[in-house]
């Protein structure tokens, strides 16, 4: 069999030209972040049945969903590959990791491919499939000590250099290293302009340091490169939202909801309705609209209408508490019992991921329908306890910054000033600034005086 190399400079087990092709337009669209990236998989398993590459590839992406409705698919994508014994080590480590992240325990899936980067530190694919597992295990000092190791093996003449920046960007800002962070996001973005996860990353080292007006105008100039991006164009609005809030533009935010965080009328959406990324941005959105008085009307059934057929998929428990979230916003408490009962039913049985689950994810969950009842002490008691591990349940600062906001406002209705203190402090040490210029907490940090 012929050997072909890829972009990177690894070399592709098929002895088919129009494979080779396929599986590295694939490759480049995935670390870009590009929507056709499954297109061109699927094209390279069409010309040669036994290359193994975009097999694994594609059942990393799926995995990298976060949805049990793709294990099948995963499943299935792992049982056709075959035997095992003539595999590459390059194959071995991403089929290894695969099959370990996919059984729940994404450190153990992380630790697979950074034991392989550790001797190619350019296998730039290896590197965006570890930043995913460590990203959704809360492991952030990791994901930056991962690329910081290799960023030494990098330069202007690497393949695909600007997104290396983005994920080193990325990994250093959840890491709190802003200054590196922003050096190389800019990098990034300066290089490859069309780089939406360089984009994301100042976004969020803007947000974190407070610098809304900045942030708003780094994704209002750059919104228009990314029509040829997945799912994270619309996370890149959802941004843009973040910052747009903190300058009281309700009516703003709530067009972009239906205009470009989801628009059902989209390509992308109409593909993949219930992309989990696409339903938790509406929920955190449409939760901190509400958390400061704004009235959202009805834009909450259209996800909940989803979410409500997801009861028996807490792959991730992170999304879990979004689902929880719609569901409550339309009254639906019976499903949220189902998807408790769900959850502690098989939490158990997924590794690391299971842990996180019962551990976490259930509180999380059961909060947010008690914040929905005004049963604010109820939010306290399941919260308080949790709140400084829930960084395991995956997600970014900015993202999980939605459950701290539910449980301020819940200590601001009972009055608890002491506490308000202590999660003044908290959201301080988790690397935001300038709290008490920032919407919700203004008036928490007074309440706390």
């Known amino acids: 069999m012929a050997d072909f190399v890829d972009h990177f400079g690894f070399s592709m087990a098929t002895s088919q030209p129009k494979a080779a092709k396929a599986y590295d337009s694939g490759a480049r669209s995935f670390v870009a972040w590009r929507a056709d990236a499954m297109r061109h998989l699927d094209a390279a398993m069409e010309a040669d049945s036994d290359f193994r590459l975009p097999r694994i590839l594609k059942a990393w992406i799926l995995h990298a969903g976060r949805t049990a409705k793709y294990n099948p698919v995963i499943d299935g994508l792992i049982a056709d590959i075959g035997a095992l014994d003539d ?39 290896a590197h965006r499939l570890l930043q995913f597992e460590l990203f959704w295990c809360g492991e952030s000092q990791w994901m930056r000590d991962v690329a910081e190791r290799a960023a030494l093996a990098w330069n202007d003449d690497s393949p695909d250099y600007p997104h290396f920046l983005a994920v080193r960007a990325f ?3 959840e890491a709190g290293d802003y200054d590196t962070a ?31 007006n900045e942030g708003r105008a780094w994704m209002e100039r750059l919104s228009g490169n990314w029509d040829e991006a997945n799912q994270i164009g619309h996370h ?12 009281g533009e309700h009516d703003q935010i709530l067009e972009l909801l239906i205009s ?61 508490a979004h689902d ?24 158990a049985e997924h590794g690391t991921v299971g842990h996180a689950t019962t551990a976490l994810g259930i509180p999380l969950v059961k909060a947010m329908a008690a914040h929905r009842k ?22 970014s600062h900015a993202q999980r910054d939605v459950f701290y906001q539910v449980l301020v406002d819940a200590a601001m209705r009972a009055e608890k000033a002491a506490l308000l203190s202590v999660l003044m402090d908290d959201i301080s040490s988790i690397g935001f600034t300038r709290i008490p210029e920032r919407s919700l907490y203004r008036e928490a940090t007074a309440q706390a005086a």
């Open 87 to 125: 595999l590459s080590p390059r194959e071995r480590a991403l089929l290894d990791g695969l099959m370990v992240a996919h059984a729940g325990n994404l450190q153990a899936g992380a630790a697979s491919l950074e034991a392989h980067l550790a001797t190619h530190p350019l296998d730039l694919v």
């Open 171 to 173: 990994s250093n800002e």
């Open 182 to 212: 922003e050096r190389a996001g800019r990098g990034a973005v300066e290089r490859a302009p069309d780089s939406a996860w360089g984009a994301h990353a100042i976004a969020h080292v803007l947000f974190m340091q407070g610098r809304m």
């Open 236 to 247: 890149n609005w959802w941004h843009l939202c973040l910052f747009l809030l903190e300058a």
């Open 260 to 320: 470009r965080v989801r628009n059902p009328e989209s390509p992308l959406v109409q593909a993949v309705p219930d992309a989990t990324i696409d339903l938790q941005n509406v929920a955190s959105l449409l939760m901190r609209l509400e958390l400061r008085g704004v009235n959202v009307g009805d834009h909450w059934q259209d996800i909940a209408n989803i979410s409500v057929g997801r009861t028996s998929d807490h792959a991730n428990p992170f999304s879990s």
């Open 324 to 347: 929880a979230m719609a569901l409550a916003a339309v009254g639906e408490f019976a499903a949220i019992d189902t998807l408790v009962a769900s959850m502690y039913a098989t939490g």
């Open 374 to 395: 005004h049963k604010y002490d109820k939010v306290i008691e399941l919260l308080w306890p949790v709140r400084r591990d829930l960084y395991q349940v995956g997600g």
